[in-house]
């Protein structure tokens, strides 16, 4: 039961950070993928920033126990695809659509309708597709420190580094 009550809270907390960070506007979302405004680009790349740090530190304190899912080319392109053309089409990523919704915009329940839908048309294909796109390019679980043999700290500094310096060179630019 607490694991849900943690779920909860995060989610909510997650969801009044996209609200209070208006990433939750059509204008918005539009912008970023035209690359005109990088604050959505700015607020994924923080949350994946804190999510790698917070998780390796739990992790390497031994507060949390890393659970890794297998590396699957063709379900990650085909998946990836089938993201980017319905933030495209829709103006909204999955998130997005469900936050945009609960500030009254109506336009984005095709995005909650979409991943219902997909969601449905998944776990119908999943039999199918475990023995076809499910196998495509399987490396296993394996992360990125493993794959190169160093520590995981050796990536997660020059990402944090990268992604401070992008983001200098992002507000220069003023987008």
């Known amino acids: 039961m607490s694991q849900l009550l943690y779920g909860l809270i995060t989610g909510l907390l997650f969801g009044f950070l996209l609200q209070k960070g208006r990433v939750l506007r059509y204008e918005k979302q539009i912008s970023a993928l035209l690359l005109k405004d990088m604050t959505i680009i700015k607020f ?8 790698m740090v917070g998780t390796y530190l739990l992790v390497d304190l031994e507060l949390a126990k890393l ?55 998944f776990a119908a ?8 796109v499910l196998t495509w390019g399987d490396f296993g679980k394996i992360t990125l420190p493993q794959l190169l043999g160093i520590n995981h700290w050796f990536v997660i500094v020059p990402f944090v580094a990268g992604t401070i310096l992008l983001f200098r060179w992002i507000e220069k630019k003023g987008l």
């Open 44 to 51: 994924m790349l923080t949350s994946v920033t804190v999510a």
């Open 125 to 132: 294909l999943f039999p199918a597709m475990k023995a076809s």
């Open 67 to 121: 659970s890794i899912k297998s590396t699957i080319l063709g379900a990650n392109i085909i998946g990836g695809l089938l993201f980017g053309l319905g933030w495209g089409a829709l103006g909204y990523c999955p998130g997005t659509s469900v936050g945009a919704v609960a500030e009254g915009r109506w336009d984005a329940l095709w995005g909650v309708a979409g991943m219902l839908a997909g969601a449905s048309l």
